[in-house]
T-cell receptor
Framework: AQRVTQPEKLLSVFKGAPVELKCNYSYSGSPELFWYVQYSRQRLQLLLRHISRESIKGFTADLNKGETSFHLKKPFAQEEDSAMYYC???????????FGQGTRLTINP | GAVVSQHPSWVICKSGTSVKIECRSL??????MFWYRQFPKQSLMLMATSNEGSKATYEQGVEKDKFLINHASLTLSTLTVTSAHPEDSSFYIC?????????????FGEGSRLTVL
């Protein structure tokens, strides 16, 4: 079954420190993965997708098929990165996104 | 960018009444809309997927007679919580995708908080 696991509900790091939000998936096909972010009092929005291989707001995420992971990383965290982050997997057959449980990231000054 | 708007943002109703929540795509035609439920500090739980002009596909465990979804046009989907009870109190969020959009990119509404007394 398709599943996305974010093992950390809460993650707290200091400003300027590296941050890594973990995401593991289970999917029988070729995975398409995404990271969505929800800032305080704002709606959920797409942060990045693995196919684009892009860096958004300093964040990157590499798909590791061997480890079935898609961890989100940023070398130097900023206070404005504090938000709720959701990893998501596209279930192509059902044409829907499967979301992980989310990780609340807090960047301390 | 594409904007999805939900109305109302919050609603309080008495137990036993029905409540309708609207989800509109303001500047694009949403071929597919999704309805989620979010409990405090928890993830999004997909309730149903609706394609314009066809019946919604409900996720396992979601009562389709209780949560009526209508997607009558390419810009509007509605969720009606029928005979609401306190346990239906939650944050309901819709999202939409469009045919010409990036695969997997969903545009989310701001959410609607339902409180059933």
């Amino acid at each position: 079954a398709q599943r996305v696991t974010q093992p950390e509900k809460l993650l707290s790091v200091f400003k300027g420190a590296p941050v890594e939000l973990k995401c593991n998936y289970s999917y029988s096909g070729s995975p398409e993965l995404f990271w969505y972010v929800q800032y305080s009092r704002q709606r959920l929005q797409l942060l990045l997708r693995h196919i684009s291989r892009e860096s958004i707001k300093g964040f990157t995420a590499d798909l590791n098929k061997g480890e079935t992971s898609f961890h989100l990383k940023k070398p130097f965290a900023q206070e404005e990165d504090s938000a709720m982050y959701y990893c998501a997997l596209l279930d192509e057959g059902a044409q829907k996104l499967v979301f992980g449980q989310g990780t609340r990231l807090t960047i301390n000054p | 960018g594409a904007v999805v708007s939900q109305h109302p943002s919050w609603v309080i109703c008495k137990s036993g009444t029905s409540v309708k929540i609207e989800c509109r795509s303001l500047d694009f035609q949403a071929t597919t809309m999704f309805w989620y439920r979010q409990f405090p500090k928890q993830s999004l739980m997909l309730m149903a997927t609706s394609n314009e002009g066809s019946k919604a596909t409900y996720e396992q465990g979601v009562e389709k007679d209780k949560f009526l979804i209508n997607h009558a046009s390419l810009t509007l989907s509605t969720l009606t919580v029928t005979s609401a009870h306190p346990e239906d109190s939650s944050f309901y969020i819709c999202s939409a995708s469009w045919r010409g959009g990036v695969t997997g990119e969903l545009f989310f509404g701001e959410g609607s908080r339902l409180t059933v007394l």
